[in-house]
């Protein structure tokens, strides 16, 4: 792990209402995958896969404002002097 020691280790948020919207996705996503879909129809799993690759295409959009964000506002000290590509990757694991 890099130097830097922000908050951004503890995985929270904590404006309230970002971190609600990301629980709620997380809860989501887990209820998802924890259901059976052995009972839908192809039909039905084609409108499930067909929301699912809407929500897939979504988020890159919240990702990139983030990304523009930090990009607009961050300084040297913000990462305790690691470059920004490489906490970003640290912390993304890409």
């Keep these: 792990m890099s130097?830097?020691?922000?908050?951004?280790?503890?995985?929270?948020?904590?404006d309230e209402?970002?971190?609600s919207a990301l629980g709620a996705l997380e809860s989501a996503?887990?209820?998802?995958?924890?259901?059976?879909?052995?009972s839908l129809s192809?039909?039905?799993?084609l409108s499930v896969l067909a929301?699912?690759?809407?929500l897939?295409?979504?988020?890159p959009a919240a990702q990139n404002a983030l990304l523009n964000q930090i990009d607009e506002h961050s300084s040297s000290e913000?990462?305790?002097g690691t470059p920004r590509r490489h906490a970003l990757a640290e912390r993304l694991r890409i």
Excluded: I, Q
């Design 29 to 38: 996503a887990a209820v998802l995958l924890d259901t059976d879909t052995e």
């Design 3 to 14: 130097g830097y020691t922000s908050n951004m280790l503890s995985g929270t948020v904590r």
């Design 51 to 54: 929301r699912l690759e809407t």
């Design 56 to 59: 897939t295409r979504r988020l």
């Design 17 to 19: 209402a970002v971190e």
């Design 42 to 45: 192809n039909d039905e799993r």
């Design 78 to 80: 913000d990462f305790a």
